[in-house]
């Protein structure tokens, strides 16, 4: 599993207005390069965002479910992306202060990730959340 913290300079209710609007998945998600679909009743655990990850011409379709949907506490999604496989991804804000902390843990449950060492799995996923997080920031902070 990789975990990721940052400070945010907003209250925990900035960051997920930015999680509830699906179409700004691409803008903070590394990887995500563009939206095919957003479910009408997006973020309501068991919808769907359909996305692609990757650069053209090497795109694959995506689609990422919410598990959970507690804000401003927690969001708990499950990316799937095959033949990659899927993952689950566990997003935590706590306020502190006039601010708020993020935590983001992501680890591998099926497909070939999930065979993968964590300590090896966790040395890219550690470098891509670090500016997920950065990207989530800006948004939350500037939306």
Known sequence: MSTNVREFNCPPEKVFEVLADGWLFPAWVVGASRMRAVDDDWPAVGSELHHSFGVWPALIDDSTTVLVWDP???????????????????????????????????????????????????????VRNVETLRRLCYLSEGH
């Not at 689950?88 to 993968?116: L, T």
Request: proline share 15%.
């Open 72 to 126: 401003p506490h927690r969001m708990l999604m499950r990316p799937a992306g095959w033949p990659i496989g899927e993952a689950q991804v566990d997003i935590r804000v706590k306020p502190r202060g006039d601010g708020c902390v993020v935590r983001i843990d992501e680890y591998a449950v099926k497909g070939p990730g999930s065979f993968v060492p964590e300590p090896i799995l966790d040395i890219p996923l550690h």
